[in-house]
Nanobody, 123 residues
Framework: QVQLVESGGGLVQAGGSLRLSCAAS????????MGWFRQAPGKAREFVAA????????GYADSVKGRFTISRDNAKNTVSLQMNSLKPEDTAVYYC????????????????WGQGTQVTVSS
């Protein structure tokens, strides 16, 4: 069992930055591939970024490529998402999750989920 807790969301103006963090419980965090998803009101949950268990591999949705950076610190059991050049269309609840493999981009390919953190980008 893995518990995930996201933090770092908030309200930011377009063009600004935020850094999301996801803290994981459990001794086996370093063996998990991890991902970030987001869900805007009335829309399906969508893939944002993923990182392999050692951190050597990353993957991004086209919509965030070049603006967002995923990273992890296995010593601290955390995975982060640095979000720069934010746009109003980035507004959503952001979730971190544990992947069943690599690279996984569908929500049904992830097992454990956090409760989410709200990101709102004003124009």
């Amino acid at each position: 069992q893995v518990q995930l807790v996201e933090s770092g969301g908030g309200l930011v103006q377009a063009g600004g930055s935020l850094r999301l963090s996801c803290a994981a419980s459990g001794r086996t965090f370093s063996s998990y591939n991890m991902g970030w998803f987001r869900q805007a009101p009335g829309k399906a949950r969508e893939f944002v970024a993923a990182i392999s268990w050692r951190g050597g591999g990353t993957g991004y949705a086209d919509s965030v490529k070049g603006r967002f950076t995923i990273s992890r610190d296995n010593a601290k059991n955390t995975v982060s998402l640095q979000m720069n050049s934010l746009k109003p269309e980035d507004t959503a609840v952001y979730y971190c999750a544990v992947a069943r493999g690599w690279v996984r981009t569908r929500p049904d390919e992830y097992d454990y989920w956090g409760q989410g953190t709200q990101v709102t980008v004003s124009s």
